[in-house]
């Protein structure tokens, strides 16, 4: 059994947001040629996507070619709006919950849903998180950071807090690189920047305690952990010799965390997923594609298929791990 935990869909009817609420550069969709749309952010051209963006009986037919039956199926990271009015966030994220909540009552044996939450305020965040429980996700993508807030900062808190209380799972995705506006070419927000985000998101986990404080809130990092695992060896040099700039608010050595969060799959590299397998355990990388977009891993895990490791290995990556991660039945989706 293959489950794919990190993909992205978007409502294929989306408001005009910056029109009803009177201010921003919400995202809408220009419906410009059949099976296509551009992404606008205002009258800016941010991306163009296909139908298998938006049509879940065709995201369905092509991943049978992978042999996967199971999304995991959040939002795109830009649709967050963290900097929107608290209540206009609020509504963005309700109609996206929605939207994605459709797609699962219709298809429930091939969609899992992640919420999406208005993380610049608490209050609004808790009370959509509470909602999202009821209506049966079992977990909430997040940014790496908010409004170029870092996830250790003590507003976020009492969302963990809740997440942990609730029973559910958080992805900590990449968004709003730090220096997106000084390295504009060569693409390197998304080859530089990303994988320097979600460090920056383990790393505040990890000095600020909140993995001591919350020991039961399952936290997994999209992109195999960014730069993280790769570069441990120097973040734990500097937590040594610097224990009066990095120990601050925990004196727990940041190598000890390893194994207590997870990670997805993508690597687009065999050799870095031999290298993290012994660090981290395959009982703690799950399956992830990044699908649809390009710079994901568009063939599912095929290159972990055609790895020499043992049929217990890749059945915690394809699925067992995912399934911890999000403390969900595999029976349900057979």
């Not at 941010?46 to 996967?68: A, G, L, S």
């Not at 996700?137 to 609730?166: D, K, M, R, Y």
């Not at 505040?204 to 936290?219: A, N, Q, T, Y």
């Not at 690597?267 to 660090?279: E, R, S, V």
Request: with cysteine; net charge negative.
């Amino acid at each position: 059994m293959k489950i794919d935990m990190h993909t992205h869909i978007f409502p294929e009817k989306l408001p005009d947001f910056t029109r009803k609420f009177g201010y921003g550069d919400f995202i809408h969709l220009d419906h410009h040629r059949p099976g296509y749309a551009r992404m606008m952010a205002g009258n800016r051209f941010f991306r163009e996507i296909n139908e298998n963006c938006w049509d879940p009986e065709i995201r369905i037919k092509e991943y049978e070619k992978f042999n996967t039956t199971v999304q995991v199926v959040c939002t795109i990271p830009v649709m967050f709006s963290y900097w929107a009015k608290p209540n206009d966030g609020l509504a963005v994220s309700e109609f996206l919950n929605d939207d994605i909540a459709g797609a699962v009552e219709k298809y429930p044996k091939n969609y899992i849903a992640l919420g999406t939450l208005p993380m610049q305020d608490t209050e609004l965040a808790i009370k959509e998180l509470e909602r999202i429980k009821k209506l049966g996700f079992p977990g909430i993508q997040i940014g790496s950071n908010i409004n170029n807030h870092n996830l250790s900062e003590p507003q976020f808190l009492p969302v963990f807090e809740a997440c942990q209380e609730l029973d559910m799972a958080v992805l900590v995705h990449p968004w709003e690189m730090m220096g997106e506006e000084y390295m504009q070419t060569y693409w390197l927000p998304w080859l530089v920047g990303m994988p320097a985000e979600t460090t920056r998101a383990i790393c505040s986990f990890i000095f600020s305690g909140l993995f001591d404080k919350l020991p039961e809130l399952r936290v997994c990092f999209a992109h195999a952990g960014g730069s993280f695992l790769a570069t441990i060896g120097r973040i734990e040099h500097g937590f040594n010799c610097r224990p009066d700039l990095v120990a601050v608010d925990n004196p727990t050595n940041p190598r000890e965390y390893i194994g207590k969060f997870w990670i997805d799959s993508i690597t687009h590299d065999a050799d870095y997923l031999k290298y993290i397998l012994p660090m981290i355990g395959s009982e703690k990388i799950c399956l992830g594609s990044d699908y649809p977009f390009p710079l994901g891993d568009l063939e599912i895990g095929k290159f972990i298929e055609d790895m020499d490791l043992s049929d217990s290995v890749k059945e915690d990556i394809f699925a067992l791990s995912t399934a911890k991660w999000l403390n969900i039945d595999l029976k349900d989706y057979q």
